[in-house]
């Protein structure tokens, strides 16, 4: 629909107007009108990526442009379409499921899907940060199964071809495994597994792209005043998301599977499937691997392990300062919203005094 939505660039969408600011939709509306803004000002977000650093696999903090981000070349965001918890339809041919849904979907003027992106709204300092000194603050993210199925599909649809060398990764250590769904074998294969994932992240580098967005809003300290300096927009590859659990995994010393190990073991086995048969049963993978803990939420990394991951400058001084708000806000709209939680009310209050 083409509607005033009152948020920048989201002129279509599958979302109604007051959807946008109702409780469970706006904390990914606002961070897709943000990065609109950013996109037609050309600001480019802080990109996390990887590397290889002399040998050793390890995140980089660089730039990116929000049209890289979204594939969408020299298109506006008025000229783009915002799908919000969608299938992006490309990824279902490596699936026998149906596959889940996934916080944004962008499409292009003829409707053709062209990105799928997982938004995580972080507020800077946590709780667990903000007693730090300021260049120590980090964010905190919880994660979703659907992310980690996603990541698993996107590496392998940008390598597709290379099946039979994707599966001479895995193949030792993925061939041996008699029950994936065995605590005491998997905590063992575990640290196997993570070698074969190194070598496919070293192999394919060069075929990392976008996969989460995670808009930050400062605050002063952990009150629910905005920072001066308050929003900024960190996009993580897939490639350098899946080492917040790989390397945990890797120096976890449970006795049993940990999230991070189970995540890991997950990628490890989606990736070998696939390189056999192009195609997979997930909801099996994610059910079966399940190891007693919730199924709908993967892991959480805290501020601390976030900020040894996102190193650039740019978080001691996020990049919009809130006058922006009146930006991607249109005049009225803030009204719309009934605040609930920490984020909505500090909106709320900034724009109204």
């Known amino acids: 629909m083409n509607e005033n939505t009152g948020l920048y660039g989201l002129h279509h969408s599958n979302r109604s107007v007051e959807s946008h600011w109702s409780k469970n939709c706006f904390n990914s509306s606002f961070p897709t009108a943000m990065a609109n803004y950013m996109l037609d000002h050309d600001i480019p977000a802080i990109y996390i990526k ?15 442009n929000l049209r890289d981000v979204y594939h969408s070349g020299t298109a506006r965001p008025s000229e783009l379409e915002f799908c ?13 499921d149906e596959i889940d849904g ?29 007693k730090l000194p300021p260049e120590e603050w980090g964010c905190e993210l919880v994660v ?13 649809d940008a390598v597709h071809r290379k099946s039979a060398e994707i599966r001479e990764i895995f193949e030792p250590a993925c061939s041996s495994i008699q029950s994936w769904d065995n605590d005491f074998e998997m905590t063992h294969k575990t640290p196997a597994l993570c070698d074969a994932l190194d070598k496919f992240e070293n192999k394919f580098l060069s075929k990392q792209k976008p996969l989460l967005i995670e808009p930050i809003w400062k605050t002063q300290g952990q009150s629910p005043f905005l920072d001066d300096e308050a929003f900024d927009l960190v ?6 998301f899946s080492r917040l659990f790989i390397d945990n995994a890797k120096n976890d010393t449970s006795s049993s599977m940990s999230r991070y190990m189970r995540a890991s073991a997950r990628l490890a086995r989606c990736l070998w499937e696939l390189s056999k048969s192009g195609k997979i049963h997930i909801d099996e993978i994610y059910r079966q691997m399940a190891f007693g803990n919730q199924t709908d939420k993967e892991f959480a990394i805290n501020g601390q392990t976030w900020r040894r991951y996102v190193t650039s400058k740019r978080i001691l001084h996020p990049k919009l300062p809130k006058t922006t708000l009146q930006e991607i806000i249109a005049p009225g709209f803030i009204e719309h919203l009934r605040p609930e939680r920490r984020f909505d009310q500090t909106l709320y209050f900034t724009m109204r005094n």
């Open 50 to 64: 990887l590397v290889n650093d002399n040998g050793t696999l390890k995140t980089k903090s660089s730039t990116i």
């Open 235 to 240: 996009v993580w590859s897939d490639y350098a």
């Open 84 to 96: 919000f918890e969608s299938t992006y339809a490309p990824y279902q041919e490596y699936s026998f």
């Open 144 to 156: 979703r199964t659907a992310t980690t199925s996603y990541c698993a599909f996107g590496m392998f």
């Open 102 to 130: 996934i916080d944004l979907v962008v499409k292009d003027s003829n409707g053709k899907p062209i990105s799928p992106l997982e938004v995580k709204l972080t507020v800077l300092p946590t709780s667990g940060t903000c």
